[in-house]
């Protein structure tokens, strides 16, 4: 399974288990989490086109994700999450990069299929540096059930963010 799918997974399981017993919605401070993109699993010119052959870039940081669950009064649940990281990544020559990362969605199950959540996700990645400009990301519907199971029809995308049959990373490595 793709990391962007695991961590995506791990997050969501994160915060249904702690929103069992909040019916009205749970809100609150922005969580913290380390994640990465290292070497040729992360962004290279193994899994992004645009990068020049030989070269891979790397970070190690904070992203902050801001999560919102509510239950209305049919018992429909919607789970709302907006994530964030940005920084200075290295390539392997010494070179520094500045980018972005945003993603949001927001799905919502139904009393009829109360295990399917169905929404929008938008996810922007830009990367800019003496090498390479990368401005990747796109817009999906998604349907999940916020364990392992996670499918993306892509309404539009730019840049060859990600594998919409497996959400595994291409030029968007976060």
């Not at 791990?10 to 009205?24: E, H, I, T």
């Amino acid at each position: 399974m793709a990391k962007r799918v695991l961590v995506l997974s791990a997050a969501l399981l994160a915060m249904c288990v702690a929103a069992g017993s909040a019916g009205a919605g749970l809100g609150g401070p922005p969580s913290v989490q380390t994640v990465s993109f290292v070497g040729g699993a992360g962004l290279s010119s193994a899994t992004c086109a645009y990068v020049p052959a030989g070269t891979t870039i790397s970070w190690t940081g904070p992203e902050r994700s801001t999560t919102i669950v509510r239950t209305d009064a049919t018992g429909v649940t919607t789970v709302q999450v907006v994530s964030h990281a940005s920084g200075q990544a290295t390539d392997n020559n010494g070179n520094s990069y500045a980018f972005n990362y945003s993603n949001a969605f927001r799905v919502s199950n139904s009393v009829d299929d109360p295990d399917t959540f169905r929404g929008t996700m938008t996810d922007h990645f830009s990367l800019a540096g003496p090498a390479l400009h990368l401005s990747n990301g796109f817009n999906a519907n998604l349907t999940t059930n916020l364990f392992d199971v996670f499918v993306f029809d892509p309404i539009n995308s730019r840049g060859d963010p990600i594998d919409f049959s497996n959400g595994s990373a291409h030029c968007d490595p976060l």
